[in-house]
């Protein structure tokens, strides 16, 4: 966690610091002995201008430290508001989390069982951090893009926003898309197993609550796959030739990912949780292709305007 914060904060502070960079002299030479074309010969490759209005130009370490403890506050004030809300409505998170269980054939014989003392409370707090987590999601989304944004220029800021409520939706898409169908699949499949081995499926509600928010939540944040990789293409970052090269990396270590966030150690569960992740990276290269074609295109049209 203190890595991830320091790469937040290092981010910041470098892209706040290219602002002041001076452009690149005509005549330059590059390392291959070339000359480097001027940026401003070309109208459509000029980046635009930092907001300085907003930004007041690139801040000290310590400021940026600042705003990174303002966002992290603003973010635990949501996360704990939601949570409240969630223990207040415990009873209706508890009775939603078990309808997939509930729809299970009668010839498993499938339920639940409490062995510790202080359970309720326990999987009341589980059901209540998890259930804040979803519906704080947007506005941990918003404090995040309230510290980034200072750093950005304005058209990484059209990028950010639209990013950012096609995250969520991404978010919401895939924990739906656990809990109403891959989870019912799974709980059947398992107790299906169980029964085979000449075993009664009888869960205890800790085993069985903490793989019910696991695997969803898990798979609502593994949705925002396409989000990550589609800014960093649009920022300049990554592009379609650097995707399609690496596709057998990120393929090794989508399915790492995959084992990690899978709830059970099983293949079943395992395949279940990786599948959707390899097509979702399979249509972001389509998409990262598409985009730069577009890019490729836009960018001939606008030399054929200015060219004399």
Not at 101 to 130: E, I
Request: net charge positive; proline share 7%.
């Amino acid at each position: 966690m203190t890595f991830l914060f320091r790469l937040l904060l290092r981010f910041r502070e470098k892209t706040a610091r290219r602002h002041d960079l001076p452009p690149s002299p005509a005549g330059a030479i590059d390392d291959g002995g070339s000359a480097i074309t001027p940026v401003s010969s070309h109208p459509a490759l000029v980046p635009p201008p930092p907001n300085v209005e907003e930004d007041g130009g690139s801040k000290p370490f310590l400021e940026h430290l600042e705003d990174l403890r303002w966002m992290l506050i603003k973010m635990a004030i949501a996360l704990s508001l939601a949570m409240t809300g969630g223990l207040v409505f415990r009873k209706n998170l508890m009775h939603f989390c078990q309808e997939p269980l509930r729809n299970l054939p009668d010839k498993f014989g499938a339920g639940l069982q409490s062995l510790g003392v202080a359970d309720s409370f326990t999987v009341s707090m589980q059901l209540a951090f998890y259930g804040g987590l979803v519906i704080a999601f947007p506005f941990l989304l918003y404090f995040l893009a309230q510290f980034v944004l200072p750093a950005l220029t304005k058209a990484e800021k059209k990028v950010l926003w639209p990013a950012l409520a096609v995250g969520f939706g991404l978010f919401l898409g895939g924990a739906t898309l656990a809990f109403a169908w891959l989870l019912p699949q799974a709980l059947v499949w398992l107790a299906h197993d169980a029964q085979e081995m000449g075993m009664r499926s009888s869960w205890t509600v800790r085993d069985y609550f903490s793989f019910v928010t696991q695997f969803t939540i898990g798979l609502g944040l593994a949705f925002e796959l396409p989000v990550v990789i589609i800014v960093l293409v649009k920022l300049g970052l990554l592009s379609y030739n650097t995707l399609r090269k690496t596709r057998s990396y990120a393929l090794v270590i989508i399915l790492f990912l995959a084992a990690i966030i899978s709830p059970t150690p099983d293949l079943f569960t395992w395949g279940m949780m990786s599948a959707p992740l390899l097509v979702l990276y399979e249509s972001c290269i389509w998409i990262a292709w598409w985009m730069d074609r577009s890019d490729k295109k836009k960018l001939a049209a606008s030399s054929t305007i200015t060219s004399p």
